[in-house]
């Protein structure tokens, strides 16, 4: 019988994992996305559906479920079918070890399994199975092209990818996700951890991570003023919306699993309660500035204003709560979507700045530099360690 | 119970895409069908408490051999390969080699008296595994090394075009 | 009834057969090493089964299906370049049409 609850109990927690990623991830990952984009364009991004545009994103989708399923005649229907799966589902697993924060004495994980890293890079790198299955099977040139194009990004990539997790996995000594955040409790952040060689490693990390989901300005696979869209350039209506749920998945989980390597995952920072309180006052001091000055009317300075007063807040209620002498002032599973939130900020960040990479410019990023780095930085740490104990 | 049944599905799991690999006229399905095959071994090994050499495989195996070979196989031929004969002229040969062999391991395998022994393994066999190939196996462990870099270099200096 | 040794034995040697069987009739190259990969797969499955209930308290079958994954991968990597290297002087993959050292 234990059998079957188990099996039952991982069926339900699936389903609301992946409910709360399909909604969150995808569709507010699009809609950040597009607010985001529109910010450092001076745009507005969507206002029209719903308020501030925020149904935006559930139209498209109940746009993209209406629309018709096309196989291309000479497609290799079976493999066609299958590959939006693979990408989505292989997004999706990434998050069975990703831990939320700590609830009722328990930590929000789904599994807390022992090769937690190991298990979260193999299956990032299963997403390349379904991308170049989908560019193949399309029987379309662009889409071959983008296919093997993410092919080649994606086998250099997980090289300095996983020296980043090995540098963390090394300081911590375990390999589960929980086990590393726990050793962050003492020590402080790994990012600050041996410097300045914690941020080099974090550096390697995020530069792979965007390489390996195919994000500006590493998007050759998918690059549209070249490739039409890539591997999914013969994909319609909720298979293309796949594509999107998948990619989006494993944008977050990799931003989430920087937060964990690097910036403590879910516990509080510890800082003392004067820094909280001055971080507070600057905050504040520059939302009052834009809001009595001219500022507050041009559109690349707006956002800051709204972005000023959420920090002013949050330190308000960190020196509050310092004060009243409660350990962790806030919810674990806020300081966890703060953290991810603002990596996932960066990578937008990065994709709406830079201009995309040459392919051998790509692949000498990856072989010549990170790599050496990578490997270096492990060694260096090693030693350092070594010395010290 | 459910161990039998994991284990069923994982065989099915394993055994039908294999089939397909060595089958299968369509070249690069039958590549595609390596990812299950690989995938179901993982099973087996979670099932046998190798935790490691699980990740190790789905990293190595479906993440890494199987894009290279898609990728080769890309590369190399423009489609599936449908269209040319697959097989050679060895097929009754290859299918009463593998026939007999099977059935000689059947036959044998059931009868052999193995030394069984009891025991509960390591709970946390990443680390153990780790220290072992830093102890006892440690030359084993460089000698692999060095044939991963003489392999890194070879397949450079014979993929590259000559000038 | 329960899972025991030769359960494992018995689809790794399955396995092993099919590898074997796509080894000796393929006639694509590539095809030649994914048949090679199943035969490496069979014997791993056997190694760490091996460890799982003759030595239960050791590592060494784990130890050895990680080097002989180790050395797939280096295997696959140099089989694949050779593949390539032959492709590129011969246009063909076909093993049975790569003869003519043969006369």
């Known amino acids: 019988m234990a059998v079957f609850i188990e099996i039952l109990k991982a069926v339900g927690l699936a389903v609301l994992v992946f409910t709360f990623l399909a909604i969150v991830g995808a569709m507010y990952g699009v809609y950040f996305e597009r607010k985001i984009s529109g910010w450092i364009q001076a745009r507005i991004g969507p206002k029209h559906v719903g308020p501030w545009g925020l149904l935006q994103t559930i139209a498209d989708t109940v746009k993209l479920l209406q629309k018709e399923h096309i196989t291309p005649r000479r497609a290799d229907w079976m493999i066609f079918n299958t590959a939006p799966l693979i990408v989505a589902v292989a997004g999706l697993l990434d998050w069975v070890v990703i831990p939320f924060g700590t609830a009722f004495g328990r930590v929000l994980v789904v599994r807390d399994i022992n090769i937690g890293v190991v298990y979260f890079a193999g299956m990032a790198s299963l997403t390349v199975i379904g991308i170049l299955a989908a560019g193949w099977s399309s029987n379309n040139k662009y889409a071959l092209l983008g296919g093997l194009r993410s092919a080649s990004q994606m086998i250099s990539y997980e090289i300095p990818l996983a020296l980043g997790?090995?540098?963390?996995?090394?300081?911590?000594?375990?390999?589960?996700?929980?086990?590393?955040?726990?050793?962050?409790?003492?020590?402080?952040?790994?990012?600050?951890?041996?410097?300045?060689?914690?941020?080099?490693?974090?550096?390697?990390?995020?530069?792979?991570?965007?390489?390996?989901?195919?994000?500006?300005?590493?998007?050759?696979?998918?690059?549209?003023?070249?490739?039409?869209?890539?591997?999914?350039?013969?994909?319609?209506?909720?298979?293309?919306?796949?594509?999107?749920?998948?990619?989006?998945?494993?944008?977050?989980?990799?931003?989430?699993?920087?937060?964990?390597?690097?910036?403590?995952?879910?516990?509080?920072?510890?800082?003392?309660?004067?820094?909280?309180a001055l971080l507070g006052i600057a905050a504040l001091a520059a939302a009052v500035f834009i809001r009595f000055s001219a500022l507050r009317h041009v559109l690349l300075v707006r956002p800051i204003l709204s972005l000023a007063l959420l920090g002013a807040v949050l330190c308000g209620l960190m020196v509050l709560g310092l004060a009243a002498g409660r350990s962790p002032v806030l919810p674990s599973v806020l300081w966890f979507f703060a953290k991810m939130f603002a990596l996932v900020f960066f990578l937008m960040w990065m994709r709406w700045t830079y201009p995309r990479l040459r392919l051998d410019q790509l692949l000498n990023l990856s072989w010549k530099v990170l790599l050496p780095i990578g490997l270096l930085n492990l060694l260096i740490t090693g030693f350092l360690l070594t010395v010290a104990r | 119970m459910g161990e039998l049944a994991a284990f069923i599905i994982l065989s099915a799991v394993i055994l039908i895409p294999a089939t397909v690999v060595v089958a299968s006229r369509n070249i690069v399905r039958a590549a595609l069908s390596l990812v299950p095959t690989f995938l179901g071994v993982t099973g087996f090994y979670i099932m046998l408490h190798a935790e490691f050499v699980a990740g190790i495989q789905v990293l190595i195996y479906a993440g890494a051999i199987t894009v290279l070979i898609l990728f080769v196989i890309m590369l190399t031929q423009g489609g599936s390969g449908e269209e040319v004969r697959q097989v050679n002229e060895q097929v009754p040969l290859g299918v009463t080699a593998a026939v007999w062999l099977a059935f000689l391991l059947l036959l044998v395998l059931p009868r052999t008296p193995w030394p069984l022994s009891p025991g509960r393994l390591p709970q946390y066999s990443a680390q153990a595994v780790g220290s072992a190939f830093l102890t006892n196996y440690v030359l084993i462990f460089e000698i692999t090394s060095l044939v991963l870099l003489v392999a890194l270099i070879g397949a450079i200096v014979i993929a590259r075009r000559e000038e | 009834m329960t899972v025991g040794l030769t359960h494992y034995l018995v689809v790794s040697s399955l396995l092993f057969c099919l590898g074997l069987y796509a080894v000796l009739t393929r006639r694509n190259a590539v095809a030649i090493l994914m048949g090679i990969e199943l035969m490496l797969n069979a014997g791993n499955i056997n190694l760490v089964a091996f460890n799982r209930y003759v030595a239960p308290g050791a590592v060494t079958g784990h130890i050895f299906a990680l080097v002989v994954i180790t050395l797939a991968a280096c295997e696959a990597a140099i089989g694949l370049a050779l593949v390539m290297a032959a492709y590129r002087s011969l246009e063909t993959v076909h093993v049975d049409e790569i003869n003519v050292m043969k006369w």
């Open chain 1, 165 to 276: 997790l090995l540098w963390a996995v090394m300081l911590a000594g375990t390999l589960s996700t929980v086990g590393i955040i726990e050793a962050q409790r003492a020590s402080g952040w790994f990012l600050f951890k041996v410097p300045p060689f914690g941020l080099i490693a974090a550096v390697t990390f995020l530069a792979a991570a965007t390489a390996e989901v195919n994000r500006v300005p590493f998007d050759l696979p998918e690059a549209e003023s070249e490739l039409v869209a890539g591997y999914f350039a013969e994909y319609t209506g909720m298979r293309f919306a796949l594509f999107q749920l998948g990619e989006y998945a494993e944008m977050f989980a990799m931003a989430a699993v920087a937060s964990i390597l690097f910036l403590g995952g879910w516990l509080e920072p510890n800082m003392p309660v004067w820094v909280w």
